[in-house]
């Protein structure tokens, strides 16, 4: 099976949803690559972070540690950005508990709906 190697995301600056996401992730977004402003995921795959008048919001998850996820919702919680417990924005406020584990909801800078979760859905162990 082939591995997915790259991803490109249009942002509104792609240096600010590129610092935005790296920042909550614990990691370093790397040096600008032609157009894109890349970030690297524990698996190796970049999103690729453009900028863009075309932004059509989609939506990304992310499968983070129980640390990797307190982390990550302190600085959301400490930055004051809204976070949800489900993907139409309801339960403002509040994370989910799905499959034994913890979830979140939230808009990056270019309003991509972002998810944190710590268990894989469908993971009933």
């Given at each position: 099976m082939a591995d997915l190697n790259h991803i490109i995301i249009p942002a509104r600056d792609k240096d600010i949803s590129a610092e935005f996401l790296a920042g909550l992730l614990g990691v370093q977004a790397e040096a600008p690559w032609g157009p894109f402003r890349p970030v690297r995921t524990g698996n190796g795959v970049t999103l690729?972070?453009?900028?863009?008048?075309?932004?059509?919001?989609?939506?990304?998850?992310?499968?983070?540690?129980?640390?990797?996820?307190?982390?990550?919702?302190?600085?959301?919680?400490?930055?004051?950005?809204?976070?949800?417990?489900?993907?139409?924005k309801s339960g403002p406020g509040e994370i989910n508990t799905l499959y034994g584990g913890r979830g979140v909801y939230f808009e990056d800078p270019a309003g991509h709906l972002m998810e944190l979760i710590t268990k894989p859905y469908g993971d009933e162990a």
């Open positions: 690729d972070f453009v900028t863009s008048q075309d932004v059509r919001t989609q939506h990304y998850a992310f499968l983070v540690s129980d640390a990797e996820f307190d982390s990550a919702f302190t600085k959301i919680k400490e930055a004051g950005v809204a976070f949800y417990a489900r993907p139409n």
